[in-house]
């Protein structure tokens, strides 16, 4: 269920968070200085990133859970919330990159919100928010 304004931090209204079915929980940053932050400061490195392929939008951080790997379900459900927050939102089929965060880092004197990404699967998916119950 969609919590759009809740914050991971106190003070940081730059996040959208959800929750997916298993308890898996999803942060997508507003603009670009929030996507970094998600990305190399909040994103721990077994974390899940992904980011809609050659278009803005937000980067979106599936948590990791300790002993657990996310199912493919769970990959798609998150790769269709970042492709809702890009601008692709309003396309059919977008494609979407996921890597874990560890693979995530930025290039030097790159401006806020670029980063690279190594490792990466793509998801085709269409732009969602998770249902609400």
Same mark, same amino acid.
């Given at each position: 269920? +969609?919590?759009? @304004?809740?914050?991971?931090? $106190?003070?940081? +209204?730059?996040?959208?968070?959800?929750?997916?079915?298993?308890?898996?929980?999803?942060? #997508?940053?507003?603009?670009?200085?929030? !996507?970094? $932050?998600?990305?190399?400061?909040? #994103?721990?490195? !077994?974390?899940?990133?992904? *980011?809609?392929?050659?278009?803005?939008?937000? *980067?979106?951080?599936?948590?990791?859970? +300790?002993? @657990?790997?996310?199912? $493919?379900?769970?990959?798609?459900?998150?790769?269709?919330? #970042?492709?809702? *927050?890009?601008?692709?939102?309003?396309?059919?089929?977008?494609?979407?990159?996921?890597?874990?965060? $560890?693979?995530?880092?930025?290039?030097?004197?790159?401006?806020?919100?670029?980063?690279?990404?190594?490792? @990466?699967?793509?998801?085709?998916?269409?732009?969602?928010?998770? @249902?609400?119950?």
């Amino acid at each position: 269920m +969609p919590k759009e @304004e809740t914050t991971i931090e $106190r003070g940081w +209204p730059g996040v959208y968070e959800y929750e997916l079915p298993g308890c898996w929980v999803v942060l #997508a940053g507003k603009a670009d200085a929030d !996507n970094e $932050r998600l990305s190399l400061k909040v #994103a721990k490195p !077994n974390d899940w990133w992904f *980011h809609v392929r050659g278009m803005p939008g937000s *980067h979106v951080i599936l948590r990791a859970k +300790p002993g @657990e790997k996310p199912d $493919r379900d769970t990959l798609k459900r998150t790769a269709a919330i #970042a492709a809702y *927050h890009s601008k692709g939102r309003a396309g059919g089929v977008v494609a979407v990159s996921c890597t874990q965060a $560890r693979y995530v880092t930025k290039p030097r004197g790159a401006k806020p919100g670029t980063v690279e990404i190594r490792k @990466e699967t793509v998801f085709k998916v269409r732009p969602a928010l998770p @249902e609400r119950d």
